[in-house]
């Protein structure tokens, strides 16, 4: 059963695991460093559809599929799916997913969406609401562009602190305790807004989100970063991984080489044009799901703080001379099922 610890922090006391996982990426993710870890890249991002959106759909249809045929689960073993993107409505989550019958939860956390899907499934199992759950995410560049910003026709200019939206799509089952990933705590983001207009500078704008986030959890565990192996932003890129490092440091807190962030890892900033790295419900997702969740069930990563982080804004919200809230949710990721460094 979840036992709540300080303001915003729950301990998975039964310790549900990420019992599969699949991911799927495009043609760019493939040039990068971690083209080689997808269970499936696809040259063509059409994926054979007629549409960027329902070429979207299609990608939550593979990492799903890959998630359930890895573990040898069916659809109808899975009790509750947990899911968004970033369209209006989270059409690339809801078409992805209409046809497996499954009782579905639509999610909208922007960019952070991995993490809150991933979340409230550890919190269902942990205390007994579904024996499975899923989690997944995507995104898609081509279509984030046309709803957020120009279609690609419009050849409108990228500042240097924009951020390249992530063809791909990352799928959890998470189920009562097996092997790891082990599942160990989860603390659930407040919306920070420090009054970030412009829509090119994503990172600026989430990254106080994150920082906070940390801060809660920290406080809430009695733990300090030096206790985990990474802490593992998504995606704040390099302008937001830098400005969180700052906030950071004025609260007296070191990560002390321990961070990474998911729009760093997914991209080569120097041979890919993606100028401050990569973004979109896709990036954290499928980085989380091709690269890290593999290294903790081998035990090479042992404890991992997944704060993924999400820009809470709209068309109309930008166009009306909005700021930018941000958000971030954290689940502290294990290869034990001891917590290491929390009583």
Not at 187 to 195: K, N, P, R, V
Not at 294 to 317: C, E, Q
């Amino acid at each position: 059963m979840a036992v709540k610890t300080g303001k915003y922090t729950y301990l998975l006391e039964n310790t549900p695991s990420v019992l599969s996982f699949g991911s799927v990426g495009s043609k760019k993710e493939s040039e990068g460093p971690l083209g080689q870890y997808f269970d499936v890249i696809n040259p063509d991002s059409t994926f054979g559809e007629s549409s960027w959106e329902k070429a979207e759909s299609k990608m939550v249809q593979i990492s799903v599929s890959q998630a359930l045929s890895k573990g040898n689960f069916e659809a109808d073993q899975i009790d509750m799916a947990f899911a968004g993107d970033l369209l209006n409505q989270c059409i690339g989550s809801v078409y992805g997913l209409r046809d497996l019958g499954i009782p579905f939860v639509g999610l909208y956390g922007a960019c952070s969406t991995m993490a809150e899907s991933l979340a409230l499934a550890a919190l269902f199992v942990d205390t007994a609401i579904a024996k499975k759950a899923l989690a997944v995410t995507s995104s898609h560049f081509c279509s984030a562009e046309r709803q957020f910003r120009f279609p690609l026709e419009y050849g409108g200019q990228r500042p240097p602190t924009a951020q390249w939206t992530v063809t791909g799509s990352g799928a959890c089952v998470v189920g009562e305790s097996g092997a790891a990933p082990y599942i160990r705590a989860v603390t659930i983001g407040c919306i920070e807004d420090l009054g970030i207009k412009d829509a090119n500078n994503m990172g600026a704008a989430m990254a106080p989100a994150a920082a906070k986030t940390i801060t809660r959890y920290l406080a809430d565990t009695h733990t300090r970063p030096e206790d985990y192996d990474m802490i593992l932003t998504g995606d704040l890129g390099q302008v937001g991984s830098a400005l969180l490092e700052q906030l950071l440091e004025q609260e007296k807190i070191h990560l002390q080489g321990r961070h990474q962030d998911c729009g760093l890892l997914i991209y080569d900033r120097q041979q890919q044009d993606v100028h401050a790295g990569g973004s979109g419900c896709g990036c954290a997702a499928s980085v989380l799901c091709s690269f890290i969740l593999p290294k903790i069930r081998k035990g090479t990563l042992g404890d991992v703080l997944f704060v993924a982080t999400g820009a809470l804004m709209s068309p109309t919200s930008s166009m009306q001379g909005e700021s930018i809230p941000g958000i971030a949710h954290l689940v502290h990721l294990s290869s034990s099922r001891r917590r290491k460094g929390v009583e």
